[in-house]
């Protein structure tokens, strides 16, 4: 499974990996087809790499992202 892929499931779905990375729906998509920009694979790896916890840590990381950017 590739980071695109765990990070999706650990937040249980393209439109909430989105929301809990403050972007749209439709970028998130796009990078299956795109590849992922250098940017944000850096944040996928830092936020859902090996060394993380996954799926149990998915709502606490998206309340901080959401605090983080005024949400």
């Given at each position: 499974?590739?980071?695109?892929?765990?990070?999706?499931?650990?937040?249980?779905?393209?439109?909430n990996?989105?929301?809990?990375?403050?972007?749209?729906?439709?970028?998130?998509?796009?990078?299956?087809?795109?590849?992922?920009?250098?940017?944000?694979?850096?944040?996928?790896?830092?936020?859902?790499?090996?060394?993380?916890?996954?799926?149990?840590?998915?709502?606490?990381?998206?309340?901080?992202?959401?605090?983080?950017?005024?949400?």
């Amino acid at each position: 499974m590739n980071i695109l892929d765990t990070a999706i499931q650990a937040e249980g779905g393209v439109g909430n990996l989105a929301k809990a990375l403050g972007i749209g729906q439709s970028n998130v998509s796009n990078w299956r087809g795109r590849g992922i920009p250098r940017g944000w694979q850096t944040v996928l790896l830092d936020r859902y790499g090996p060394n993380k916890t996954q799926a149990a840590d998915g709502k606490k990381r998206r309340a901080r992202t959401q605090q983080t950017i005024g949400a």
